[in-house]
């Protein structure tokens, strides 16, 4: 559904013929129809940049944008504006029209596609009631809340059927709650229209939570991608690792640890990940059955990602040394990642 | 006791006054309306970042823009007298004063139009875009709605600046209060006439602001 082959994008920063930046560099990635496909990055990674690409916002420098069959980066005038109306986006900051009610601003994208007015009206109420907007149609956007606004926002970029939808931070502006309703909203209509789902983020939160395939992106470049829980179980690069810690690690990880290690001088602490299936085996009872030890549970925690679980369990074992060798041997076998943890 | 206080004063004068002044204000507000939205949209449209960047354009109606709002009105009557001739025929009477009304105060309207058009959101601008809005459409649909409480509030003081500029057209023969007040009000020294003619512009300027507020107040839905 959409294609990047070595997409770069300079920006000007200056006169001189060095004063530039290079904000986006030589990414490919190729995106499937039915997807939802997050692209993760701090702010300056270019992701913003690379996202504007795919509706034409932005040009490439270099290499070749092609979404749904049309090579945007290519295409001008009467030819992009009609290929932007089969790929629509939602944005941080809503980008509402606040001089118009939620159903004139639904409305706005089908004007722009010449509906005729008896359709737009058909269309509003189905996109409103698909959005769960109903009862505010004659609402202001400045008497909404961000959840609603951004429902708006879902249910405008909807209006002309598109095969692409881009999400620029679409939930970085809203609470955790609001942002896990939002998300739902996303892979419900991934599900029911067989919509392709293109978000950026910086949140790790959300990757996890709806995302097929995740690309990381750091200075320009596309650094890791790959299927999210792959993404999750094996993080090569530095900047992926940060990101899965935002949702595996609990909190404050390395203050406990320092804690726990002081506390239990004796034994040792360890670090288990358990990745897909594994997730859910009961890996302590087998161990506090089948080994002279005993077992203390410290802290964990379990993410659910769209193709299995992914968690992190730190348990502190206290016994004889040979016992707790052999226990953290038999944990290596059950295809569970250990980790004994030391003083850092 | 109204005739022994305001001894001098005619009404049906004042009334004829009034009504030249209201014709002049009018017809160059309405002027200053549209002409000062095209230029303030030409100014914003080629500036920096914009749908038509343009740097010369932009330059050179900037460069137009500040030399017409910077002439004092009353020099810029006396320099545009061969251009009112030549339009109007004549350079006495209300209609020869709206030449210079509309040309001083439709740079200034354009510039405070500009400013309007700057404060709309840049997202709005790109989410129209993104759902591909021709420019035409997102002059008509986003910018001027979008911009029209400031375009509204604009106008209001743009009118006030006019109500005083048709009478200082007045003083050299357009007609109207300004006219009545220094015709009849300085040179004859009957002050009483000066006094009412005041009071008369005072009267259209506060109708002109609280018109302008209400729907300023009555558009803005943000």
Redesign the interface.
């Known amino acids: 559904m959409i294609t990047l082959t070595k997409v770069s994008k300079l920006f000007r920063t200056g006169k001189g013929s060095s004063d530039t930046i290079k904000a986006v560099n030589n990414v490919n990635v190729e995106i499937n129809k039915g997807e939802i496909f997050g692209i993760i990055g701090y702010s300056g990674a270019g992701k913003s940049t690379l996202i504007r690409m795919l509706?034409g916002?932005e040009t490439p420098t270099e290499g070749s944008v092609v979404v749904a069959d049309k090579e945007i980066s290519k295409i001008k005038g009467a030819k992009?504006?009609?290929?932007?109306?089969e790929?629509?986006?939602i944005?941080q900051?809503f980008?509402?029209?606040?001089?118009?009610t939620v159903q004139e601003n639904i409305s706005?994208?089908l004007?722009?596609?010449g509906v005729s007015k008896n359709e737009r009206i058909k269309r509003v109420n189905e996109l409103i009631k698909l959005v769960g907007l109903e009862g505010r149609e004659k609402a202001?956007?400045?008497q909404l809340s961000g959840g609603q606004k951004q429902r708006v926002g879902i249910a405008?970029a909807l209006a002309?059927n598109p095969k692409v939808l881009?999400c620029d931070e679409a939930t970085s502006a809203l609470d955790p709650q609001t942002t896990d309703s939002i998300l739902e909203l996303l892979v419900d209509i991934n599900k029911r229209l067989g919509l392709t789902i293109v978000l950026i983020t910086h949140e790790m939160h959300v990757i996890r939570k709806i995302c097929h395939r995740v690309a990381v992106m750091e200075n320009g470049q596309v650094v890791e991608q790959g299927p999210v829980l792959e993404v999750f179980k094996n993080p090569k690069e530095q900047m992926t690792k940060r990101f899965v810690q935002q949702v595996t690690e609990p909190e404050e990880t390395k203050e406990t640890m320092e804690h726990l290690l002081e506390r239990y001088p004796a034994g040792k602490v360890i670090q288990l990940t358990f990745v897909g299936d594994h997730a859910e085996s009961p890996l302590i009872t087998k161990l506090v059955r089948n080994f002279e030890l005993d077992v203390n549970i410290v802290q964990g925690k379990i993410s659910q990602t769209r193709s299995g679980s992914y968690g992190t369990l730190f348990i502190h074992l206290d016994g004889n040394e040979d016992e707790m060798l052999r226990a953290i041997e038999f944990i290596k076998a059950q295809h569970v990642g250990v980790e004994v943890m030391t003083h850092a | 006791m109204l005739e022994e206080l305001l001894p001098n004063v005619y009404w049906e004068d004042i009334i004829e006054a009034t009504k030249e002044t209201l014709y002049m204000t009018s017809i160059s507000v309405l002027a200053t309306f549209f002409i000062g939205i095209l230029l303030g949209l030409v100014l914003f449209l080629t500036g920096k970042g914009n749908m038509w960047e343009n740097r010369v354009i932009n330059s050179i109606m900037s460069a137009i823009v500040n030399i017409f709002r910077s002439i004092p009105f009353l020099i810029l009557i006396v320099l545009l007298i061969p251009f009112t001739k030549l339009l109007v025929g004549s350079m006495i009477g209300e209609n020869a004063a709206l030449p210079a009304l509309i040309i001083g105060a439709a740079p200034f309207y354009a510039r405070m139009v500009e400013i309007g058009l700057r404060e709309i959101?840049k997202?709005?601008i790109?989410?129209?875009?993104?759902?591909?809005?021709?420019t035409s459409?997102i002059i008509w649909?986003?910018l001027l709605?979008?911009s029209?409480p400031a375009l509204i509030s604009g106008i209001t003081v743009t009118s006030i600046a006019l109500v005083g500029y048709t009478a200082m057209a007045g003083v050299i023969g357009a007609g109207g209060l300004g006219n009545l007040a220094y015709l009849d009000g300085y040179q004859r020294n009957h002050n009483d006439v000066t006094l009412v003619a005041t009071i008369v512009i005072l009267i259209i300027v506060f109708i002109i602001q609280i018109i302008g507020d209400v729907i300023t107040s009555k558009?803005d839905?943000?």
């Open positions: 509706n916002l992009l504006r009609k290929a932007r109306q790929i629509s986006m944005f900051h980008n509402l029209l606040w001089s118009r706005f994208p004007e722009i596609a202001y956007p400045s405008r002309n881009l | 959101d997202g709005v790109e989410a129209a875009k993104s759902m591909g809005a021709k459409t649909k986003v709605p979008e029209m558009l839905k943000r």
